[in-house]
């Protein structure tokens, strides 16, 4: 296995779509927003860094509101964010990080060892708190580059 890393990270501000769909349709819903998320990366303001997208969601969620997968770019501020898409901030949280490239199918693989990791290091999850992809590759889904960022105390 990879090395997990502690990540400890300010608050973010995204900018993006909110992808809501049956579980199981995840894997083909996520890509699609990314893509689509990539050819108007011109349309949002103040964006940090075009070339990394960022996936979040709430392992157990408590609200509607927090229910689903939000593909989104960060950006240093919100202005005029398109009618269509969405924002969140997340708030400043502590992770455990570990990269998984390879098939978009087997990142829950990747998940499974880095959540044995966590507890066996005595970390708690926090499943009620966003959680976080960092993807620096998703155009194609048999060739992802994806940090996983879960939510620990």
Known sequence: MKEIMIQEL???KLVGFRVLCSGDQYLVEIPKASLILDKR???IKQVINPD????AFVVENQTPDEDGYWVSVEVKEYEDVPVDMVTLTIPP?????????????????????????????KYVRLKNKWHLERFYEW????????????TIE
């Open 10 to 12: 300010d608050e973010l």
């Open 41 to 43: 990366i011109g349309e």
């Open 52 to 55: 990394i997208q960022i996936g």
């Open 93 to 121: 949280q502590r992770y455990a990080a570990l990269r998984h490239t390879g098939s978009n199918s087997e990142i829950r693989e990747t998940y499974n060892g880095l959540h044995k990791w966590v507890e066996d290091n």
């Open 139 to 150: 155009k194609d889904t048999e060739k992802v580059d994806v940090d996983l960022l879960d």
